[in-house]
């Protein structure tokens, strides 16, 4: 079993950007909609500029039809004075609040992150995982787990 460690910007290929934001972008667009997409956007540290998340984010940002939350942000505003409350007691509120989670495998928060919302299938069908073409035909238990959750919810892989 292959275990996958964090993604680095220079392994993506200019194709696996590109699919990915052709991805993105037929996931979000469903005709015309005067409303915003809110997009939840997971991945290794948002300040990390080497990172995939950061670069997708870059794109995403500029564009007015899209609002882009981040779990830093949302987290730490929910569970300020909460503190009986975990991050995943918290999943109910997040998948009624985004209408598509980007998860980018490429730390360990994320890995967990894939993790803990494959398992809840309001959130696994709401999903749109972006991982690494040299991954894919790994045996590794995010692809014979977790991704096979999200499939099987018709998330987006």
Same mark, same amino acid.
Request: glycine share 4%.
């Given at each position: 079993?292959?275990?996958?460690?964090?993604?680095?910007?220079?392994?993506?290929?200019?194709?696996?950007?590109?699919?990915?934001?052709?991805?993105?972008?037929?996931?979000?667009?469903?005709?015309?909609?005067?409303?915003?997409?809110?997009?939840?956007?997971?991945?290794?540290?948002?300040?990390?500029?080497?990172?995939?998340?950061?670069?997708?984010?870059?794109?995403?940002?500029?564009?007015?039809?899209? *609002? &882009? !939350?981040?779990?830093? #942000? =949302?987290?730490?505003?929910?569970? /300020?004075?909460?503190?009986?409350?975990?991050? %995943?007691?918290?999943?109910? *509120? &997040? !998948?009624?609040?985004? #209408? =598509?989670?980007?998860?980018?495998? /490429?730390?360990?928060?994320?890995?967990?992150? %894939?993790?803990?919302?494959?398992?809840?299938?309001?959130?696994?069908?709401?999903?749109?995982?972006?991982?690494?073409?040299?991954?894919?035909?790994?045996?590794?238990?995010?692809?014979?787990?977790?991704?096979?959750?999200?499939?099987?919810?018709?998330?987006?892989?």
């Amino acid at each position: 079993m292959t275990i996958q460690a964090s993604v680095k910007i220079e392994d993506l290929s200019s194709s696996d950007i590109k699919k990915s934001i052709d991805t993105i972008r037929n996931i979000i667009i469903n005709g015309i909609n005067d409303t915003k997409k809110v997009i939840f956007i997971c991945g290794k540290d948002k300040s990390d500029k080497e990172s995939y998340r950061f670069k997708i984010s870059q794109l995403l940002e500029h564009n007015t039809n899209y *609002q &882009l !939350a981040y779990p830093e #942000d =949302l987290f730490e505003d929910l569970l /300020e004075g909460q503190a009986n409350n975990s991050l %995943l007691s918290l999943e109910q *509120q &997040l !998948a009624e609040a985004v #209408d =598509l989670i980007i998860l980018i495998p /490429e730390s360990p928060g994320s890995f967990a992150e %894939l993790g803990a919302f494959s398992t809840r299938k309001e959130l696994a069908e709401k999903m749109l995982v972006l991982r690494q073409n040299k991954y894919k035909a790994d045996k590794s238990f995010i692809n014979h787990g977790p991704i096979r959750l999200v499939r099987s919810a018709k998330g987006k892989i």
